[in-house]
Nanobody
Framework: QVQLVESGGGLVQPGGFARLSCTAS????????MAWHRQAPGKQRELVAG???????NYSDSAKGRFTISQDNANRTVFLQMNNLKPEDTAVYYC????????????WGQGIQVTVSL
């Protein structure tokens, strides 16, 4: 069964940092791109950062300069390094992957909470 498993997150103080990881497992033929989205209470889910298999990246305006997305293709893992965190970064963060599999194309992780607070 194809799945995405996220780790990291938790409670972080303002100005602090956190590192999220997401590993894809299962019968995967190819990973085209992976991304991180987030959803804050009462708000719509939004793209935070994405990375293609070739390493090209894109970021939301709120993530530029503070967050870095990277990947380990050999281990099918994507990372999100988040620095200088702000209370408004508080959200559930979701890993998303576009992959060639026998079970579909677009996959999501279960989500992981990041809370930025004193």
């Amino acid at each position: 069964q194809v799945q995405l498993v996220e780790s990291g997150g938790g409670l972080v103080q303002p100005g602090g940092f956190a590192r999220l990881s997401c590993t894809a497992s299962g019968s995967i033929l190819k990973i085209y791109a992976m991304a991180w989205h987030r959803q804050a209470p009462g708000k719509q889910r939004e793209l935070v950062a994405g990375i293609g298999y070739d390493g090209r990246t894109n970021y939301s305006d709120s993530a530029k300069g503070r967050f870095t997305i990277s990947q380990d293709n050999a281990n099918r893992t994507v990372f999100l390094q988040m620095n200088n965190l702000k209370p408004e970064d508080t959200a559930v963060y979701y890993c998303n992957a576009f992959m060639q599999t026998t079970q579909g194309y677009d996959f999501w992780g279960q989500g992981i909470q990041v809370t930025v607070s004193l």
